[in-house]
Nanobody, 125 residues
Framework: QVQLVESGGGSVQPGGSLRLSCAAS????????MGWFRQAPGKEREGVAV???????RHADSVKGRFTISQDNAKNTVYLQMDSLKPEDTAMYYC???????????????????WGQGTQVTVSP
């Protein structure tokens, strides 16, 4: 069973930075996607960034140039470095994994089937 545990959320002022981490365990798939999604109150969940097993990354237009997804394969951990944060970045951030090919959530060419519990990010003066 794949398990994803996020950490690193918190409160920050506009223009500040945070780094989210997602520790993954329970899978040995050689090909996969890992991603970050977010959901603000009253809004639908949206994809933020994806990284695949080849290291290829994709970022949503709303975060390009400010957020960077990366991974440390030795630690089975995916990161989301968030810089120049804006109040509109406030949301619950979720880590997700696409490993079986049968996930129900499509984003950036990946089918996500496992989710973490989420970590809150709040950007306010």
């Amino acid at each position: 069973q794949v398990q994803l545990v996020e950490s690193g959320g918190g409160s920050v002022q506009p223009g500040g930075s945070l780094r989210l981490s997602c520790a993954a365990s329970g899978y040995t798939y050689s090909r996969y996607c890992m991603g970050w999604f977010r959901q603000a109150p009253g809004k639908e969940r949206e994809g933020v960034a994806v990284i695949d097993s080849d290291g290829t990354t994709r970022h949503a237009d709303s975060v390009k140039g400010r957020f960077t997804i990366s991974q440390d394969n030795a630690k089975n951990t995916v990161y989301l470095q968030m810089d120049s944060l804006k109040p509109e970045d406030t949301a619950m951030y979720y880590c997700a994994a696409a490993v079986t090919g049968y996930g129900r959530t499509w984003y950036a060419g990946c089918q996500f089937d496992y989710w973490g519990q989420g970590t809150q990010v709040t950007v306010s003066p």
